[in-house]
C-alpha cells in the first residue's frame, strides 16, 4: 500500500487594512493547529475518518514569485500589477495537510514496461485521490477559510474541490508506505520493531514503512522509528535470532 499525504492550498485571504510582513521569515516557521486531526474532533455526520493538520506558515515569501492576488484579477497587465503590489504583503494562506488512508488499490509493483540501467523493471506506483479525501479536503478547506475570515480578510478564495491525482503538477513529496509494517506476517512486510518477517536479521529504516499516512510530515516519524528499530535490533542480539515482535 502507498500513501501520498494530501496537501491542501486551502483558503488565500486578502486583506484591506492589514499589512503581514510576508517578506521576512524562514523555511520552516510557522503555526499548525491539531484540533481537526486524528480523532481531535467530532466525525458525527462526516463522511471521512481521520483528518489533517491546518497551517499557516511565515516562510519569508520572495516577490515575483509569490503574488497572489483575488479571484477575478486579470493575471498579466496593469490590473494584475496593481493587484500584485497591493496585496504582496496584505494576503495570508491558510493551508493544510490531511492523511492519507490505506486502500488495496492503492500499492507499488513492477513495471511491466519501464526498466533501470541493468534491465531491472522500475517500481510502479497505483494511486488515486479517494471519495474520503475529497470529503476531508472539503471540510479541512472550509475550516482554513472560517479561520482567515475571522482575522478579518475582505476577500477569501477558497480551494474545497481535489481533483485526480496528477504527477504533472506538485501535489506531495510525502510519499511513503509500500512495504508496510504490521502485526501479522500474511498482510505486512515487517513487524514493528521494522525487523522483515522473511529475513529476521534485516531491518530496514524509512517512511516505506507506514501503513498509513498521517496528517503529519512524515520525517519525525521515520526519526522515532529508526529509535525504535534500533531498540529491536538490540533485543535481537540478547535474544539469538528470535523475530523480536508480532
Ligand atoms: C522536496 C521534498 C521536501 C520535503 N519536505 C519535507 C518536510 O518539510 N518535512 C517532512 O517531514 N518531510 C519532508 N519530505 C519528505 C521526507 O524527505 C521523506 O519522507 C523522508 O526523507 C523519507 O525518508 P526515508 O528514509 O524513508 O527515504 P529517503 O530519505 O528517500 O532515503 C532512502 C535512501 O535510500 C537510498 N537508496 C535508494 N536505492 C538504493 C539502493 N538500491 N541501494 C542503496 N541505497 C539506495 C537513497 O539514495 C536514499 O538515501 C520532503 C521530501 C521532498 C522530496
Redesign the pocket.
Known sequence: MVFHSIRLNAATGFFESKKFNNFAGS??LGMIIDDFNGDNFDHTDLDFIHGGMIILGQTGLRPIANNAVPSGTKSWGAEFKEASIKYSNAYLSVKGEGASMAYRQHYIDLDPTYTDDFGDPLARITFDIEEQDRQLTKFLAEKCEQILLEMGADHVDTSRELGPYNVAEYQS????GGVIMGADPETSAVNNYLQMWDCDNLFV?????FPQNAG???????GALAYRAAEGISKYMETGGQLVSK
Open positions: 523555511v520552516g513529496t510525502h510519499n511513503t529504516v524509512g517512511a516505506y514503512a503529519y510530515n512524515p520525517t519525525g516519524t521515520v
